[in-house]
């Protein structure tokens, strides 16, 4: 197609569609949601592995080094088989970033916005079982869990940038001299964005390359090893619903061969990143040394990990310590612990410890665990045996620790998945290992504190570790609310009153935070986009001077 075919006359100024948030199915027995999604999970399961491929400007690519990403549920079985991009593919797809990125740049931005609506609308009806089954299989995931990620958010992901789009788009000088036009564009960044997406999420797979592609930027996008089907099936959602072939480039591969040839062109303009802080800081710091190199200063986008908190007031009541321990639950427990968000460790007082203890352990009998095509488990398998390994030495290492009590869970095994159990430490050490470093797995860690030492409890909260992501706090008063609340600002990007600190919903709780979680530039928020743009600036003058002499100049 000619760069002439995508020219449009603006002859209007469009309005979005109303955008509301995705409606939440619930799946309940003999459901037709139920149903569907059982007949989507036994033709994947049936069908066998599928082959991803590469591709890159729109060419499927079947060569390479082969890899498989594999069931955690049952580890014998191959969700699907991958090829990784080399050096040479990843170097080509730099080659077509310009030719690219001029051809997508002259799509109006309504053209632009339409693919992403168009593909939400087709994830909606058409594929939300086929990907939240691919979820599932690939990435661990329970009904609920799968629903609220690779369904919900991603739909509402891809329609909410399109409305914050929209809304930065019209922010335009407020004043005008007579005689002068000002205006203000966003310029999609010159170069290519480097996206780089987590296994825990498939609506982040579907946002990292989305954000900047909906503002006309390329992007290069390196999705986990871990969730390359549902990833790859993101990517075919995009391509129906008419992404141009050359915006996402879909590069699995050994990451630090992607990430060295990206990170090493002239042309690298941004990173978008989702994953560990080690990785984060490894890939700040080659962008740093290679300053010189660059056309622009890159922008660096990324979320990481936390080490997040639930903290009980005690002025908390018998109903408040009920929901507290509930909500904690689901906090640790949900996904096995396995997101950014999820809570690991918790601060309860001396007098509120029985009870809130007592509530625990009664919903923690009630968890079961096992497959995710059996529908009854509330916990799954962690992601991989890398996983594994590391949250059960945390969890030996807890058992030989004489201050610290195993009260629930402990039990690993990886015979047929990569279960462990939803593990719940008691220990004296409010610096315990547990308590301070990042777990990412389902392990709940507590701290026994005295009623007079909130205060000292809160600083310490932010004083342990490096992190800032998440945080809730468990308070009746209006008075503790708001003194936990300005005690606790910089601990958290995403702070819960009297709720659990996982679950931002985009268009709701823009999500992000600081500290060593990440860039805390929101996603879900209008602040995001915001750094895959480069505004200019335009002023345009009607009315020709006589002079260049200023009224001040004569005497």
């Known amino acids: 197609m000619t760069q002439s075919s995508y020219i449009t006359p603006s002859l209007a100024h469009f ?3 109303e955008i509301p948030n995705e409606p939440m199915k619930s799946y309940a027995p003999r459901s037709e949601e139920r149903m569907k999604l059982e007949a989507a999970l036994l033709e994947m399961r049936s069908m066998g592995a599928v082959d991803v491929p590469i591709v890159i400007n729109g060419e499927k690519i079947y060569k390479g080094v082969k890899k498989q ?3 955690p549920s049952e580890h014998k079985k191959t969700v699907c088989n991958y090829y990784e991009a080399d050096e040479s593919l990843v170097k080509k797809v730099k080659d077509i970033v310009y030719r690219e990125k001029h051809r ?9 916005a339409s693919v992403f609506l168009k593909a939400a609308d087709l994830l909606s009806v058409k594929y939300r079982y086929k ?4 979820t599932m299989l690939g990435q661990g995931k329970n009904i609920w869990q799968a629903e609220i990620d690779a369904a919900a958010e991603l739909c509402d992901f891809w329609r909410f940038n399109c409305k914050y789009a929209e809304e930065m788009y019209s922010q335009q000088p407020p004043k005008n001299s007579f005689g002068n036009w000002n205006r203000t564009e966003f310029r999609p960044l010159e170069g290519f964005v480097l996206g780089i997406s987590p296994f825990n999420f498939t609506a982040i797979g579907g946002n990292i390359p989305g954000a900047p592609a909906l503002l006309g930027n390329v992007v290069l996008w390196k999705p986990s090893p871990s969730a390359i089907y549902s990833n790859y099936l993101v990517y075919e959602i995009l391509e129906e619903a008419g992404l141009p072939a050359g915006v996402i480039q879909f590069i699995p591969g050994d990451a630090e061969k992607v990430c060295h040839v990206a990170l090493n062109s002239p042309d690298f303009a941004s990173l978008h990143f989702t994953g560990s802080t080690h990785v984060f800081r490894k890939l700040w710091r080659t962008i740093g040394d290679n300053i010189d190199l660059y056309k622009s200063y890159p922008r660096i986008v990324g979320e990481t990990g936390g080490k997040n908190y639930h903290l009980l007031h005690p002025t908390l009541d018998k109903d408040g310590i009920h929901h507290a321990a509930l909500q904690t639950i689901r906090g640790a427990f949900e996904y096995q612990g396995q997101k950014c968000s999820a809570c690991s460790r918790a601060y309860v007082p001396k007098s509120q410890f029985k009870e809130f203890k007592e509530y625990l352990l009664k919903a923690h009998d009630q968890i079961t665990q096992g497959a995710v095509h059996e529908f009854e488990h509330f916990s799954g398998p962690v992601i991989n045996k890398m996983a594994f390994d590391k949250i059960k030495g945390y969890i030996d290492g807890a058992i030989a620790d004489a201050g610290c009590d195993v009260i629930a869970g402990g039990k690993c095994d990886d015979k047929v998945g990569y279960y462990i159990e939803p593990t719940i430490i008691v220990t004296k050490n409010s610096r315990s290992k547990t308590m301070v470093e990042e777990i990412f797995g389902p392990v709940l860690t507590i701290y026994v504190y005295e009623d007079k030492e909130f205060l000292s409890i809160g600083k310490e909260i932010g004083d342990t570790t490096p992190y800032g992501l998440t945080g809730a706090l ?8 708001v003194e936990g609340s300005n005690l606790l600002r910089n601990t958290a990007g995403n702070f819960y009153i009297n709720d659990k600190c996982t679950g931002a919903v985009v268009g709701q709780q823009p999500f992000g935070g600081g500290r060593a979680s990440g860039t805390n530039d929101k996603a879900g928020s209008w602040s995001l986009l915001g750094r895959f743009v480069s505004t200019r600036t335009i002023k345009e003058n009607f009315v020709p001077i006589d002079t260049f002499i200023y ?5």
């Open 474 to 481: 468990f308070a009746k008063d209006r008075e503790a609310i």
């Open 551 to 555: 009224p001040s100049n004569f005497v």
């Open 104 to 112: 997508v740049f002259i799509c109006s931005f309504s053209d632009r």
């Open 131 to 134: 990907l939240m089954a691919a």
């Open 69 to 71: 990403q594999i069931n």
């Open 15 to 17: 309005r979005l569609p």
